[in-house]
C-alpha cells in the first residue's frame, strides 16, 4: 500500500507485508556445467595431442620422462621390425602404444579441466561488448558531453551513463543513484542498487543501468578492467602453480630421478647376472621391459592428474561467483584456521528489525504501535519499515491517507536523533532514550520508571531500544533487533569441527555484541571495532601461527584485507578494498567466506588424496612388473607372482594398460573434486587414508588380473 505525503510529493511505502525470507545461508545456486559436455571433449582431445609439444610437456617432469619413454619404445619397436630388437615387435609396440596413451590422457585430464574454464571464458566475453560512451568533461551530470567509444576511455575519465544503457567501464559512482542490472557478470536477475558514496559505489563494464542515472568515474584502463581479469583467470592464462604444487612437483620430479637411476642400473646388472652360455633361455632384461618398469615406477597417476586438479578447483570457485587472483589464495583458503567476519550482512540480516512493542505504564500496546506506526510514515529506511509491519502483523493497523491527517514529517537528523510526525495537535516522536527524554522534558513531562527499565533490559539483550513519545507523554519503547541470519548458526558449527575459529567484527558495544554473539555461535567477537583495532587484531593470530580469512567491503576495510591471508572484497565495495583483496565476490555476500574455505579445502583434500592413491598403487604395481621383468634372470622371483599372470609380456603389458587407464577412470574425482565433509583434520586424514590409501594398494591386483586375462583371451599374449 502506498500513501503520499506533502514531502516533496514522493510516494511513501508503507509494506503491507514483510519483505521475503532471507535465503538460508550457501543457498547460492548455479547450473553446474555437465562434467563431459561433448564440445569440451572435442576440443580436449584436439589440445591433448597439442600438448605433446616438448617445450609445454616439459613443465611436468614426471610426464615429461613418459614422453621420452614413449619415443624411445617407439624406436625400439621400429627397430625390433628389423628382426634384430631385443624384445618381439608386437609386445615392444603395445608398450609403446600404450605409453603413448598414458601422455595423451594425462594431456586430456589437463585440457578438459581448461577447457570448462574456456567455456566459461566464452561466455564473459559475450558480455563484454564496446559501446559507446558519454564522456563528460566534469564531474557532474550536467558538464558537456563527448561521445566516445568504450574501449578509449583511460583512468581517470568520467562518463555519463542513464536508463537502458550498459556501463562502458569499471569505476565508481561519483553522482547519483540507479538500479543495476548485473546478471550478466553475477548470474543474478535481481537488480542492485548503486549510489555515490558509501560501500555500494563500485560498478562493473558490461553491466546496464535499469533506472535513473549515474555519473561514473572509470577506474580501470582498456585490458585491465575486471573482467578481462576474470576471463584470464578463468582461461588459465595466468594462472601460476601454487607453493604447494611447486613442492609436490618438484618431490615427483625427484622421485622420477631416483627410479630413472635405479632402472639404469638393472640393464648392466641383469646382463652381469645371466649366463647365456650356459642357458639360452637365461637372457637379461629387454630396454623395452625397463621402460615401462621405469613407467610404472614413477607416480604418473598423480603427474598426469595434478595439473588438472589445481584448474578445477579455480573453476569450482568461479562457478561460486568468486574470481581468485591467483592459486594460492585459493590453496590458502583451504588452510585457514581462523575466520573474521562483519557482524552486518554476514551473521546478521543487516537491518534491524522492529520486534516487540513494549508499552509504559497506563499505555496500551495498540495505542503504543498506532502511534510509532504514524511516526514511521515517511521513515524510509529498514527499520521504519519494519515498525510498520509489525504494526499491521499484530493489529492490523494498516496505512492511512497521509494527506487527510494534514500531518508535517519531521526528517531523522544526526543532531536530534529523532524522527516524527505532527498532525491535529500530536507531535509524535521517536528516537534514542536521551533524545527523546529531552523531548519530552521540553513539553513538561519525565520518562517514567519502566520505560527506562524497558531501555536498559532491550540494550542488554543486544537489541536497540527506540523511545516513543507524543508531546509530554513517553507512550513506551520499540525493540529493533539485529536479525541472525536462518542457518549460520549450523554453518559456524560446521566450522568448529573443522577446527576453525570464527570472530565476529562489529562496530557495537561490547554488550550488544556479547548478545548477538551468544545468538550466532561465534567463538569470539571485536566489539567497538576500528580499522586499526581489525589490523591488529590479524597480526596477532598470524604472530601465534594462525592464517587468517577475512571479508570487506569499504577503504576502512582495505589494510586488514591486505593483512589478511584470504582477502574477500564485495564486487559493490570500493576499488580500494578490491585492490586489497585477493578474492572478489561477485555476488556481493559477506557469508560466501565459508563457501570458499570450503571449496579450499576440497581442493586440497582432493590434491592429497589422489597422492595417496597413486603412490599406493604405484607399490601394486611392483607385485605386477618386477617378478615378470626378472623372471628370466632369477626364476624365485615366480613366487612373487601373487596374482597368477599368465606370463612375463602378459604382466608387463597388463600393468602398463592399468597404469594408463586408471588416469582417465580418476579424471572426474580430479574436475569434480573429492567429496567435502566438515570434519576434523586428523578424522579426514584417517578416512582418506582409509578410502585412497586402502584403495590404491588393492585396486591394481583385481583389475590388472582382468587386464591379463582379456590380453590372454584375444591373443595378443
Known amino acids: 500500500m502506498t500513501d503520499i505525503s506533502q514531502n516533496g510529493g514522493r510516494p511513501i511505502a508503507v509494506p503491507a507485508t514483510a519483505e521475503g525470507a532471507p535465503p538460508s545461508i550457501g543457498s547460492h545456486k548455479h547450473v553446474a556445467r555437465p562434467l563431459f559436455e561433448p564440445t569440451i571433449v572435442r576440443r580436449a582431445v584436439i589440445d591433448a595431442f597439442v600438448k605433446l609439444d616438448p617445450r609445454l610437456m616439459i613443465k611436468n617432469p614426471v610426464m615429461f620422462v613418459v614422453e621420452v619413454g614413449s619415443v624411445f619404445t617407439t624406436l625400439l619397436f621400429l627397430h625390433s621390425l628389423t628382426g634384430e630388437g631385443d624384445a618381439p615387435p608386437l609386445f615392444a609396440g603395445l608398450v609403446a602404444l600404450w605409453l603413448w596413451f598414458t601422455v595423451l590422457f594425462a594431456n586430456f585430464a589437463e585440457a578438459m579441466a581448461e577447457g570448462r574454464g574456456k567455456a566459461q571464458a566464452d561466455a564473459l566475453r559475450a558480455a563484454r561488448k564496446d559501446v559507446q560512451a558519454k564522456k563528460l568533461r566534469e564531474a557532474r ?152 618398469l621405469l613407467v610404472c615406477l614413477i607416480p604418473t597417476t598423480i603427474g598426469g592428474l595434478l595439473s588438472a586438479i589445481g584448474i578445477a578447483g579455480m573453476d569450482r570457485m568461479i562457478q561460486a561467483n568468486v574470481i581468485a587472483t591467483s592459486g594460492r589464495a585459493v590453496e590458502a583458503a583451504g588452510d585457514v584456521d581462523v575466520l573474521l567476519m562483519d557482524k552486518t550482512g554476514t551473521i546478521t540480516l543487516g537491518n534491524r528489525q522492529a520486534t516487540r512493542f513494549v508499552p509504559g505504564k497506563g499505555v496500551s500496546e495498540r495505542e503504543l504501535a498506532d502511534a510509532a506506526q504514524l511516526a514511521s510514515l515517511a521513515d524510509e529506511t529498514p527499520e521504519g519499515r519494519s515498525i510498520a509491519v509489525l504494526a499491521k502483523e499484530k493489529f492490523g493497523i494498516r496505512a492511512r491517507e497521509v494527506h487527510e491527517l494534514e500531518a508535517h514529517f519531521v526528517a531523522f537528523t544526526a543532531q536530534t536523533r529523532m524522527s516524527g510526525v505532527d498532525l491535529r495537535g500530536r507531535s509524535i516522536r521517536k528516537g534514542a532514550a536521551d533524545a527523546i527524554g529531552r523531548f519530552v522534558a521540553e513539553h513538561g513531562g519525565a520518562l517514567p520508571s519502566e520505560v527506562k527499565a524497558a531501555v536498559e533490559e532491550i540494550a542488554k539483550g543486544g537489541g536497540t531500544p527506540l523511545v516513543v513519545a507524543d508531546r509530554g507523554r513517553a507512550l513506551g519503547v520499540v525493540q529493533l533487533k539485529d536479525i541472525v541470519k536462518g542457518g549460520i548458526q549450523e554453518r559456524f558449527a560446521e566450522m568448529r569441527r573443522m577446527g576453525i575459529k570464527t570472530v565476529m567484527i562489529t562496530g557495537d558495544n561490547p554488550l550488544t555484541a556479547a548478545a548477538i554473539a551468544a545468538e550466532a555461535g561465534v567463538d569470539d567477537f571485536l566489539a567497538e571495532a576500528t580499522p586499526e583495532a581489525k589490523l591488529a587484531m590479524i597480526r596477532d593470530y598470524q604472530g601465534k601461527g594462525h592464517l587468517v580469512a577475512m571479508t570487506g567491503d569499504g577503504t576502512n576495510d582495505a589494510p586488514a584485507l591486505a593483512q589478511a591471508d584470504v582477502a574477500v572484497a564485495m564486487n559493490t565495495g570500493t576499488q580500494a578494498a ?136 584375444i591373443g595378443l599374449v
Open 141 to 292: 551530470r550536467d558538464a558537456p558531453v563527448e561521445a566516445i567509444l568504450g574501449s578509449k576511455l583511460r583512468a581517470g575519465d568520467v562518463v555519463l551513463v542513464e536508463a537502458g544503457e550498459t556501463i562502458p567501464g569499471d569505476g565508481e559512482v561519483v553522482e547519483g543513484v540507479a538500479s543495476v542490472n548485473e546478471s550478466a557478470i553475477t548470474g543474478e536477475s535481481a537488480p542492485v542498487i548503486r549510489e555515490s558514496g558509501g560501500d555500494r559505489s563500485a560498478v562493473t563494464g558490461g553491466t546496464q543501468v535499469l533506472s535513473d542515472w549515474l555519473v561514473i568515474r572509470v577506474t580501470q584502463n582498456p585490458g585491465e578492467t575486471f573482467l578481462d581479469r576474470m576471463i584470464a583467470m578463468v582461461e588459465g592464462a595466468k594462472r601460476k602453480k601454487t607453493p604447494n604444487e611447486i613442492a609436490l612437483d618438484i618431490l615427483l620430479a625427484a622421485l622420477s630421478i631416483i627410479f630413472l637411476v635405479v632402472t639404469a642400473t638393472l640393464l648392466p646388472y641383469s646382463q652381469y647376472a645371466v649366463d647365456v652360455s650356459a642357458d639360452p633361455n637365461d637372457v637379461p632384461v629387454s630396454m623395452t621391459v625397463l621402460v615401462a
Open 578 to 713: 578490491k585492490e586489497a583483496g585477493n578474492m572478489v565476490d561477485l555476488d556481493s555476500n559477506p557469508t560466501k567466506l565459508l563457501n570458499i574455505v570450503e571449496i579450499g579445502k576440497q581442493m586440497l583434500m582432493t590434491r592429497g588424496s589422489l597422492t595417496t592413491f597413486s603412490i599406493a598403487n604405484d607399490v601394486s604395481k611392483y607385485f605386477a612388473i618386477i617378478p615378470a621383468a626378472f623372471l628370466t634372470t632369477y626364476p624365485a622371483l615366480g613366487a612373487l607372482n601373487v596374482m597368477g599372470l599368465t606370463s612375463p609380456v602378459s604382466a608387463v603389458l597388463s600393468a602398463v594398460i592399468f597404469n594408463a587407464v586408471i588416469i582417465v577412470a580418476l579424471i572426474p574425482i580430479a574436475l569434480r573434486g573429492v567429496r567435502y565433509r566438515a570434519e576434523p583434520a586428523a578424522s579426514l586424514l584417517r578416512r582418506n587414508l582409509l578410502i585412497y590409501g586402502l584403495g590404491g594398494l588393492v585396486l591394481p591386483f583385481p583389475c590388472i588380473k582382468a587386464i591379463d586375462m582379456a590380453l590372454t583371451a
